[in-house]
């Protein structure tokens, strides 16, 4: 395909990458609204952002049958269509303040999102040559990352400006009082939702008529020129399965360096307002390193030099951070942290060009499978958060100062990320090359 016709369809797909960045980074300023708003303990908050994992691993499958029935543009206007229904069910789920409601929209948007992933991850790495695939995907990465700060920002000012003062009154307001605190506030969804609708409503019928050019993956699998069995199931491609499980451990360290840097400036003593802003630093970070990856791939590097130098600066970064924090100022070890963006944005656009390289018609189903692997952001996140907790009771427990003991367990849970950056590293020395299992 001729660099010209290229442009229209990466723009197109650049413009879905920016809808599920939005989407997804919303849930920060999601998690603490409906724990006023349905007045939930901080686990059950939490459960904003595994309904929306969770999608991603029940529906994965199914979104790659859909796939294979229809094709990609299709899937990707049933995507947007898809999470447009999400969005209004939002809309009974805060005139009831019912909580599984909001969850079901959330899962519902999920699907969605998992449809358009499945559908355009590939699509845009089939788009071009193979070596150029992780060049084309961090162009969709700086889309869907400025997209999440700016999600991050605008629902955090529609639906968190004043929360702290609410949380004040609900402590002293009568019963009454506090559900119709709360109803009012709970309406407050209403209007950004169903604009949203209607925006993802639109654009479904907009992508249905684009001009998309129609690519399949080459239908041949690789090796077979050579004389190899023609491979019948995609678990027979070892270098997928390796990419599946390094993908798996890469979102986990990018939820992490995300989700955790706000309440590990809060256990250091930073104030509130300045903290708030710790998340947009890793956001930057990754957008600016996007930004190398397109000019730097693979006229000057590879994808897989990108890959490994990843991830040799990741294992870096995680040793400065767990053993220098004694020596150095609160700021500049959250600085280190949020440059962990740094190592984290070339990961996902590598990972995908080179763990689909070869797999000719198993591809939608192998896309399915490095979608589920976003399930690592939940699983991680949640054993960082672990680790925390069990370091903290010892801390204590030692007779550490519990205000020393919080900084320090949630510095040294960051050990954490060690050994999934080995993981990303083997796959980037040998991991991808490996074509069979014997």
């Not at 109803?183 to 008529?209: C, E, H, Q």
């Not at 708030?276 to 006229?299: D, H, R, W």
């Amino acid at each position: 395909m001729e660099k010209s016709s290229k442009l229209i369809p990466l723009l197109i797909i650049g413009m879905l990458f920016f809808i599920f960045g939005f989407v997804t980074w919303i849930n920060g300023a999601l998690i603490p609204f409906m724990k006023t708003i349905n007045e939930l303990t901080s686990a059950q908050s939490y459960l904003v952002a595994s309904a929306s994992y969770i999608s991603f691993v029940v529906m994965a499958i199914p979104a790659s049958l859909v796939l294979n029935k229809i094709g990609y543009r299709k899937g990707m206007s049933l995507g947007l269509v898809i999470m447009a229904i999400g969005a209004l069910v939002f809309i009974p789920a805060a005139s009831a303040r019912t909580y599984w409601l909001f969850l079901v929209a959330i899962f519902i948007q999920g699907t969605g999102m998992t449809l358009l992933q499945t559908a355009a991850n590939p699509y845009v790495t089939i788009l071009g040559p193979m070596e150029s695939g992780a060049k084309r995907i961090a162009m969709m990465g700086i889309a869907n990352k400025v997209a999440g700060m700016l999600g991050s920002i605008i629902f955090g000012a529609l639906l968190l400006t004043g929360i702290d003062e609410v949380n004040e009154k609900l402590k002293t307001i009568s019963v009454d009082e506090k559900n119709q605190l709360l109803d009012t506030m709970a309406d407050s969804v209403f209007m950004p939702y169903v604009i949203m609708a209607i925006v993802l409503f639109l654009l479904g019928i907009m992508i249905n008529k684009a001009p998309l050019p129609h690519v399949e993956a080459e239908t041949k699998i690789e090796g077979e020129e050579e004389g190899f069995t023609t491979k019948t199931s995609i678990l027979q491609f070892p270098h997928l399965i390796l990419g599946v499980i390094a993908l798996f451990f890469y979102v986990g360290v990018e939820v992490i360096a995300g989700d955790s840097i706000i309440a590990y400036g809060l256990s250091l003593g930073m104030p509130a307002e300045e903290a708030k802003m710790f998340t947009s630093y890793t956001l930057f970070a990754m957008v600016g390193t996007y930004g190398l990856g397109v000019f730097l791939i693979p006229k000057i590097i590879s994808q897989t030099t990108a890959l490994k130098i990843s991830a040799v600066f990741g294992i870096i970064i995680s040793l400065l951070i767990v053993t220098t924090s004694d020596f150095i100022s609160e700021f500049t070890s959250v600085i280190l942290v949020a440059s962990l963006g740094i190592a984290n944005a070339l990961v996902w656009p590598a990972i995908w060009p080179l763990a689909l390289n070869g797999l000719g018609k198993f591809t939608k189903t192998a896309s399915a499978l490095l979608i589920m692997a976003i399930s690592g952001g939940a699983v991680m996140v949640y054993l960082y958060g672990a680790l925390v907790d069990k370091l903290h009771e010892g801390y204590v427990a030692e007779g550490i100062e519990d205000t020393i003991a919080e900084s320090t367990s949630h510095n040294q849970g960051y050990w954490i990320l060690i050994p999934c950056y080995v993981v990303i590293l083997f796959f980037a020395f040998r991991g991808y090359k490996i074509k069979k299992w014997y």
